[in-house]
């Protein structure tokens, strides 16, 4: 199903996807037409005829994460997502956000651009002393105790990829919203997500899990095409956000022309109104429900369960190498897809680049303090998990 290198063990396909072959012929297909008469993107977007390919594509990530299609705003990635929340939030300089010293470059630099332009405060806060020993009632009390008056909005991550540390959004958003008791809007704090490394490995609708705004890379763990991503948010938090750049989001393309057209203002905010900014890789785009088809052929449950297995098989193996210590927790309600650990007397880099002579691909957490990752996916097997911890065990010795 996936084009990958077969003299390869592949345990880093977190990080990029690899086109199955279903999302290839989808691709393909709407390629072709594209190539055959640029027209076609027009007429699709205002004709019946054409299927409405656009909405089909926000409907498929509206299902998968269990809200509404017009909750849905298309972006290329996390990243741009999590910019388009941040810069668009409608916030004072007396206000602030908080977030966590364990998010990603993304995640920070997007929330700190923002700040500069409101002038509003940003405060980080460690979750936990030491990753493995975290504990979910900690986490959700350090937040708790850490939000203020002027806190407008907490930022953190699904599953962390600096730990491999799955964070209890339900727990988190209970805390949010007893913070939130007594507010006005202008005052809400609203608890935004980054969810890469959860969703589509995750059997969660996170749309009722309590967060207000989710932001996801699409081309992980979902397999859609490269360059797809979303930023899901509730119905009543997207008022909340102003629009950061002019969207084609062809649904609600009639009403921000017609505004600029007629020089009004807009409408409260919808997901719409904030993105897709301009013309994209539209092939790409279209072929996303095609990975949400294959997700639900084999069962989201079936696939959840299957990486819980594999990365639940490579955390106990790791955890008996002597000289090897394992940061991500093995309680499976604290931990996904992504196992960080090291080596005593060996660099993160020299590790993954030892187990690449191998011809294992694992990889490196790009933060500060970085740690070597092993990830396995719906493409691994039993043995692949085997063929790593014998090699790991083989370094360490």
């Known amino acids: 199903m996936f084009p990958l290198a077969p003299d390869?063990?592949?345990?880093?396909?977190?990080?990029?996807?690899?086109?199955p072959k279903p999302v290839a012929d989808a691709i393909d297909h709407f390629r072709k037409k594209l190539d055959s008469d640029a027209m076609w993107i027009e007429i699709q977007a205002f004709s019946d005829t054409e299927g409405h390919p656009f909405t089909v594509a926000k409907q498929a990530l509206a299902n998968y994460v269990g809200g509404a299609g017009s909750e849905i705003c298309l972006t290329a990635n996390t990243t741009t997502a999590l910019a388009m929340a941040y810069h668009g939030l409608r916030i004072r300089p007396d206000q602030e956000i908080l977030t966590t010293e364990h998010d990603h470059y993304s995640h920070h630099e997007s929330i700190r651009y923002a700040?500069?332009?409101?002038?509003?405060?940003?405060?980080?806060?460690?979750?936990?002393?030491?990753?493995?020993?975290?504990?979910?009632?900690?986490?959700?009390d350090r937040i708790a105790r850490a939000i203020t008056p002027k806190t407008r909005a907490v930022g953190v991550t699904w599953v962390q990829s600096s730990t491999g540390i799955k964070l209890p959004l339900e727990r988190i958003a209970e805390?949010?919203?007893r913070a939130n008791r007594g507010r006005v809007a202008a005052d809400r704090c609203?608890?935004?997500?980054?969810?890469?490394?959860?969703?589509?490995?995750?059997?969660?609708?996170?749309?009722?899990?309590?967060?207000?705004?989710?932001?996801?890379?699409?081309?992980?763990?979902?397999?859609?095409?490269?360059?797809?991503?979303?930023?899901?948010?509730?119905?009543?938090?997207?008022?909340?956000?102003?629009?950061?750049?002019?969207?084609?989001?062809?649904e609600t393309i009639n009403t921000t022309f017609g505004v600029w057209a007629d020089r009004k203002d807009l409408p409260p905010t919808q997901a719409g109104f904030v993105s897709p900014g301009g013309f994209v890789a539209y092939e790409h785009v279209f072929a996303i429900p095609a990975a949400v088809e294959l997700h639900r052929t084999i069962g989201r449950d079936k696939i959840a369960a299957r990486i819980a297995e594999l990365n639940a098989a490579f955390r106990e193996g790791a955890a008996k190498i002597p000289g090897l210590t394992l940061h991500t927790p093995c309680d499976p309600a604290l931990s996904g897809g992504i196992s960080c650990f090291e080596l005593r007397g060996m660099p993160p880099g020299q590790v993954v680049a030892r187990l690449a002579e191998k011809r294992i691909r694992t990889t490196t957490s790009p933060y500060k303090v970085s740690y070597a990752r092993v990830s396995a996916g719906i493409m691994n097997k039993p043995e692949e998990v085997e063929l790593v911890l014998r090699e790991i065990r083989a370094l360490a010795a």
């Open 8 to 19: 390869w063990t592949h345990l880093s396909s977190f990080l990029f996807v690899s086109h």
């Open 115 to 140: 700040a500069a332009r409101s002038g509003c405060g940003v405060r980080y806060i460690a979750l936990f002393d030491a990753p493995a020993r975290a504990d979910a009632a900690e986490i959700a």
């Open 175 to 177: 805390v949010v919203a």
């Open 190 to 250: 609203l608890l935004i997500v980054d969810g890469v490394h959860g969703f589509a490995n995750q059997d969660v609708d996170v749309a009722h899990t309590g967060v207000d705004f989710f932001a996801s890379g699409a081309h992980k763990w979902l397999f859609a095409p490269r360059g797809t991503g979303f930023l899901w948010g509730k119905a009543d938090a997207w008022p909340e956000l102003r629009p950061t750049i002019p969207s084609f989001d062809w």
